[in-house]
């Protein structure tokens, strides 16, 4: 995918794009470059990353969430879905992705990742804390 493939449009969180990123899942999930006004270089090169490392993303995540889900649920999350991505304008390198899961409805999980790294988990605020 380019970048002049890219639709960008305004949400109410910010500049945002549909993105299809199969190792999360067949469905378009939406990626917010939170609290800005316009899509810029930054937020491409940060779509280009997402795209490019998605595998490794998506395994670290899936280990950390199975891992949390067993702590604080004592259950597998055995249907967590992708539903949004937070890139923020003012951070390098780091990425939210929010989770919903029939364990916990109401909260879902997130999950911060910075440089590649899960830095923190917890429920779907933790995406975009």
């Known amino acids: 995918m380019q970048s002049e493939d890219l ?25 917010v470059n939170l609290e800005s006004e316009l899509s810029d270089k930054k937020m491409e090169n940060d779509i280009l990353c997402l795209i490019n490392h998605q595998n490794e993303f998506s395994q670290k995540i899936q280990k950390a969430a199975h891992e949390y889900c067993i702590k604080i649920y004592n259950q597998k999350p055995s249907d967590l879905k992708l539903i949004k991505i937070y890139i923020f304008p003012d951070k390098e390198n780091e990425y939210g992705f929010m989770f919903s899961t029939k364990i916990d409805s109401e909260h879902g999980v997130g999950v ?18």
């Open 7 to 31: 639709k960008f449009y305004e949400d109410d969180e910010g500049i945002a794009v549909d993105l299809k990123l199969k190792a999360f899942g067949p469905d378009e999930v939406q990626c």
């Open 112 to 129: 911060k990742m910075i440089n590649g790294n899960i830095e923190k988990i917890g429920s779907s605020e933790t995406a975009f804390l």
